[in-house]
């Protein structure tokens, strides 16, 4: 494992399958010490890591018991998949923070998602947060390196956090191969280069066995496109 901050806030543009990197990320921290995972995502209130599935192991519909299983807490807002969803999670985001080795924060798609993050800004110190920020070369706005660079800095802006590295999540969903992935490689060293960060992982579904995935993952969010 490479040396990760305490914090880990995980963002990206909205489809680019950053809530199953953060559930990913989570469970593999997990082997290492106590993991809470916080769930900022409010864009999207139905594809989140608040009501997850697991299509690997089954019916996984309820997160917090699966992640629980796993050694994961798990951190939502309490209107959670209502139409009251917002960021209301009070001292909860806090006490995660202070009381666990690691906390994953599963940040909302774009740079409008990012700006639930402005108000736990004194927590998220540099010297303990690392912000990564999650590309796929074929999802729709981010398929050149600079539209997905422009993304990155408009979430940099309204967040008022730094990227410290980039994450290649780069797939077609079910159609996704071996050289699908390989072919984003030079896409997302190109944004890593320019933002002048590491590509800190290339992931891709742990079932294809892919030479340049230096981070498998298991498909335990549903897609939400095809």
Not at 114 to 132: H, N, V, W
């Amino acid at each position: 494992m490479i040396n990760l901050k305490k914090i880990i806030v995980i963002t990206g543009h909205y489809g680019s399958g950053k809530t199953n990197v953060s559930a990913n990320l989570a469970l593999h921290l997990a082997e290492f010490g106590s993991v809470s995972i916080i769930d900022l995502d409010v864009v999207n209130p139905y594809f989140r890591a608040a009501d997850l599935r697991c299509t690997a192991e089954g019916d996984c519909s309820d997160a917090a018991r699966f992640f629980s299983e796993k050694g994961v807490s798990i951190v939502a807002s309490k209107y959670a998949n209502s139409s009251l969803d917002i960021p209301a999670l009070g001292f909860a985001v806090t006490g995660a923070i202070k009381t666990s080795d690691y906390t994953v924060i599963d940040v909302g798609g774009d740079d409008e998602g990012a700006k639930a993050l402005g108000r736990y800004l004194d927590i998220l110190s540099p010297e303990q947060t690392d912000m990564f920020y999650v590309v796929n070369m074929y999802r729709y706005h981010t398929q050149k390196p600079q539209e997905a660079l422009d993304l990155l800095r408009d979430i940099e802006t309204v967040s008022g956090l730094k990227c410290t590295g980039i994450i290649n999540n780069s797939h077609l969903c079910t159609q996704t191969t071996p050289e699908t992935i390989t072919a984003s490689l030079p896409y997302a060293e190109e944004i890593a280069k320019q933002a002048g960060v590491p590509l800190v992982f290339t992931t891709g579904n742990r079932e294809l066995n892919c030479k340049n995935v230096n981070f498998p993952i298991d498909i335990l969010v549903k897609p939400i496109w095809v």
